[in-house]
Structure formats: C-alpha cells, structure tokens
C-alpha cells in the first residue's frame, strides 16, 4: 500500500495552532500541555496515512454553477462508483493549508458505492501554504474569515439540491481537523442526515435554527494527537450531549490523521444512517 504523506501541509497547521492556542480558549493547564506537545511534534514526522491511489478520482475542481455569488465554491465532485443514482450526497471539508484535491484521495477507501462525494475548497487561499487552503486564518485574534466563510458554506450546502437533486435530508456533512470545525459549526444549523468531524473541535457552543432537527454526530479523534488535543473532541462531545443530540464518539491510539480504521467507522456510520432513512 502506498502512503501519502502530508509532512509540511500538516507542520504548518501544527504551528498556527500553537500560535492560535488562546484564540481556541483553551485552559491554562491544557494549553500549557497542547503547547508542549507541539511542539515536540514539530521535531518529528507528522504524516497523513491515506489510502492506495487504486484509482484517480480526482479532477479539476467542478465549480457549483453559482460563480460569482456568494454562496460559490470551487469543489471536486465524485460520482457513485456504482454507476448509478446517487442515493446521497456525503460533502468532506478539508483542514488548515488542506485543499480538496488532497481530501479527494480518501474517496476509493470510503467505500461507499452509492453516494456521491464532494470536496469543497475554502474561500481563503493559505498564507504560507502554496496551493493550501483556510476556512478562516488560525492565527488571528478573532478567527478572521470565519464568519465569511460559514455564511458561504451555509449557502453552499443550501444551494447543492438545485444543483444533484439531492435534498439535505440526504446529505452528510463531514470534515477533518478545521473542516471537523466548521463542520460542526454550520451543520447543527440545517436539516442535514448527519455530521462526522475527524479530529475536530468546537468553535463556541451551537447554536441550533430553531425548528430543525439535530443530526446525529460521529466524533473520531487520536488520543495522542499533538495538534488538536483530545481535550477539545471530548468537550464537543459533552456540549453536544448536552443538547440534545445523539453522538457517536470514538477515540483511536492515533495521532492527527486519518486511518483505514477512521474510514472504516466512518462508513459504518453513513451505513446506520441510511438504514434508519428506510426503515
């Protein structure tokens, strides 16, 4: 099996958290460990385990028809290997310097014949990461472009029925590391079939829209990871149960990345999720 391995993409998103550790409100005795952690990883290798490029799904970016507008992201698009109608829409966000062309590889490994996938660029290119992209930038005082980017993603997921013909009803929101972020910030506000966020954290506590559902949310996170520390999955997954919503939580000897045994979880997950939509 090949590897693919993300060595800078993932160092520079290692030293902006570092950098933006008090932007996450982190406790004082967890910052002081989250800050050392950093930076012993920082001196070594910090790779993503991805899957076997057994096919190339990727192609340019697809843009969503709405060019222009606000609500417009460049994605990639990956139809059902089945062949067939999609039966969903599973949407992966990228993390800090990530772009969607990276998050595209994972999609042979996800397994999910029948869905259609689609790998979203954030509106903001990386400051440092050539062809890296930002959901807003980590090392500012007040998370600048955050607010930007989830009216822009909100519109985004709200426009993409018009667009497959797959209601939200039938679409899983998904991301890893900020991309879990934002994943869990806008996608509590809509009527989506579900939430996956892959060593993520919480921006705030959510807000649900008054009238919509809650989704149920999986949260995967590596007990050693160096980047986003553990502390911030189980503080989600409390808020999270707090509110209401029915979370699915599970913790890994990992550090910050995505394995074939996440994907695998993962996959489970829609599994459930599509069981319970027929029965």
Not at 104 to 133: E, I, V
Not at 144 to 150: A, H, I, P
Not at 191 to 205: D, E, F, I, Q, R
Request: charged fraction near 15%.
């Amino acid at each position: 099996m090949s590897v693919i391995i993300y060595r800078a993409r993932i160092t520079i998103e290692a030293m902006s958290w570092i950098l933006g550790a008090c932007v996450m409100k982190i406790k004082r005795s967890d910052r002081r460990q989250f800050l050392w952690q950093g930076f012993v990883t920082l001196s070594t290798t910090l790779f993503l385990k991805a899957c076997t490029r057994n096919s190339n799904p990727t192609k340019e970016p697809t843009n969503s028809g709405l060019e222009g507008k606000s609500d417009s992201l460049a994605f990639i698009s990956v139809p059902p290997a089945s062949g067939q109608t999609p039966t969903g829409l599973i949407v992966c966000l990228h993390g800090f310097g990530g772009n969607s062309q990276a998050l595209a590889s994972f999609a042979p490994k996800l397994n999910l014949p029948d869905y259609q996938l689609l790998f979203p660029n954030a509106p903001f290119p990386h400051s440092s990461q050539p062809g890296g992209r930002q959901w807003y930038d980590l090392n500012s005082s007040n998370l600048k472009g955050l607010t930007e980017s989830r009216q822009r993603l909100r519109d985004w997921l709200e426009s993409l029925e018009g667009i497959t013909g797959i209601p939200l009803s039938r679409t899983i929101l998904s991301g890893f590391s900020q991309g879990g972020a934002m994943t869990l910030d806008v996608g509590l506000t809509l009527p989506l079939a579900g939430l996956v966020s892959l060593s993520g954290y919480l921006h705030a506590k959510p807000k649900p829209t008054t009238g919509v559902s809650l989704p149920p949310v999986l949260i995967v996170h590596g007990r050693q990871d160096p980047i986003v520390p553990l502390s911030e999955a189980q503080r989600a997954r409390d808020t999270l149960r707090s509110l209401g919503v029915a979370v699915k939580y599970q913790e890994f000897d990992m550090g910050h990345e995505i394995r074939p045994v996440v994907l695998a979880l993962m996959q489970r997950f829609v599994g459930d999720i599509r069981y319970h939509q027929l029965n």
